[in-house]
C-alpha cells in the first residue's frame, strides 16, 4: 500500500485547485499532464499542497531505474533517500480515496476494494516531496503505516491518512512529531468492492 488512490471533487473545488495549481507552476509542462480526477497512478502527476498551496509534482521517487513510492513512516526519518525531504519538504494529496486487492480464498483471483472516509470526505494522504535531475517538476511519495485491525484482513500497510487540521500542521515548516500524527492518524475508513 499505497499503490493507487482516486479522486473525485466537485467542479467548483476543482477550478479553484486548477487556479491555484497555474499561479504556482511556471512549467507548463507539468501543467499539461495534471491529473485532476480518477483513479491515479505511479508517475502520474497530481495536484498537491504544500505550507498550504497546491503545486503540480510526479508521484514517485527515481531510484537508479526503479521507482519508489512510499515511504515507511516507522523509518522515514532514518533513510537517506527521505531524510531531508520529511524535515525539510512534507506534503499532502488530496484523495477521494485509495485501493487495495485482496487474494480471495481458493484461487488466483484478486479482488478489488477501495478505502473512503465515511460522508465522503477527504482523505489528506501524508508524504514528502524533493527535486528531481532532469525533472522539471518536483516528485513526491506516500508514507505508509501499519494498518489498522479493521484494513489489516486486506493489507498489512495503510497510508497515513490525515484530518484537515493534521493535514495543516503537516505542511506547516518545521519539525513535527511524527510519531504522534501517525498515532493519531484516521483509520475509520470504509471499505467496498471497487466499481
Not at 505550507?51 to 526503479?66: D, Q, S
Not at 501499519?146 to 489489516?152: D, I, K, N, Q, V
Request: glycine share 8%.
Amino acid at each position: 500500500m499505497c499503490g493507487r488512490f482516486f479522486i473525485q471533487i466537485s467542479r467548483k473545488d476543482l477550478d479553484e485547485i486548477i487556479a491555484e495549481v497555474e499561479r504556482n507552476n511556471a512549467d507548463r509542462e507539468g501543467l499539461a499532464a495534471l491529473k485532476l480526477e480518477g483513479e491515479v497512478f505511479p508517475t502520474d502527476t497530481v495536484a498537491v499542497r504544500t505550507e498550504m498551496t497546491y503545486t503540480a509534482m510526479r508521484w514517485g521517487f527515481r531510484m537508479g531505474k526503479g521507482l519508489v513510492i512510499n515511504a515507511r513512516s516507522e523509518t522515514v526519518r532514518e533513510k537517506s533517500l527521505f531524510r531531508e525531504a520529511i524535515v525539510d519538504r512534507r506534503c499532502v494529496v488530496a484523495a477521494s480515496g485509495y485501493y487495495e486487492w485482496k487474494q480471495e480464498s481458493g484461487g488466483g483471483r484478486k479482488t478489488k476494494y477501495q478505502f473512503c472516509p465515511p460522508g465522503g470526505q477527504v482523505l489528506w494522504l501524508a508524504g514528502c516531496y524533493r527535486k528531481e535531475e532532469g525533472s522539471p517538476i518536483p516528485a513526491f511519495v506516500i508514507l505508509t503505516r501499519e494498518a489498522s485491525p479493521g484494513l489489516a484482513r486486506f493489507h498489512d500497510r495503510m497510508p497515513v491518512v490525515l484530518s484537515a487540521q493534521q493535514a495543516e500542521l503537516w505542511t506547516t515548516p518545521g519539525d513535527v512529531d511524527l510519531d504522534a500524527i501517525v498515532a493519531d492518524s484516521v483509520t475509520d475508513l470504509e471499505s467496498a468492492v471497487a466499481p
